[in-house]
């Protein structure tokens, strides 16, 4: 029987755990299955799955600016990117800025059109049960997920666009949450309706 490490909720990945079956007799999503089963295939192989987008290619390459930006436009105290890696016996997270009283999350968006200029509420759920995590793990109550509009870089099929002009209030958007511990009830107990599938499926293999 193949050994794997005991199955621990990365932030980042809450939301995919928190899509509920369809079917109300299946304790998980095929969403949730279909992310159990790359958990798996990446500990059985040793490789991550490698996704490639230039939306995500831009979050990589300007991670430490959007970071830098969004210290700068909220005017944050003594912030500095954050490199500590946060665990417990159910979840595991980085969170980008971890501050006094609250963590941040901060998200690069490709262009204006992605920009959620006008969206009262956050347009990824996903990213509000990450958060959630985040709170979790440092023991803070409070979070915001701040999305950073930095020019869009050029591509093989469009120019550069410059954002530089424009005031801050375009360029950043907060939406923030308070610590909710009936979601974190819930995502612990999918990790252990997780852990039991993962055993049924190697038993199987």
Known sequence: MIELPIFKCRASGAG???????????ALSETTKTFVHEWIKENIYGV???????????????????????????????????????????FTGEPDLVLQDSVHDIKNSWDAFTFP?????????????????????????KASVDYVL?????????????????????????FEFEYDSEIIAKLQERVLLIREYINTLITNL
């Open 16 to 26: 995919a755990l928190m899509t509920n079956p369809r079917n109300k007799n299946e």
């Open 48 to 90: 991550k799955k490698q996704i490639s987008s230039k939306e995500i290619n831009k979050g990589i390459e300007f991670e430490d600016m959007a970071i830098d930006k969004a210290i700068e436009w909220l005017d944050l105290p003594f912030a500095i990117k954050n490199e500590k890696r946060f665990e417990d016996d159910f």
């Open 150 to 174: 930095l020019n869009t870089p050029e591509t093989p099929w469009s120019m550069e666009i410059d954002y530089t002009h424009l005031d801050k209030k375009f360029r950043i958007k907060t």
């Open 117 to 141: 200029l006008f969206d009262t509420e956050i347009p990824t759920k996903g990213y509000e049960y990450q958060v959630q995590v985040y709170m979790h793990l440092t023991g803070l109550k």
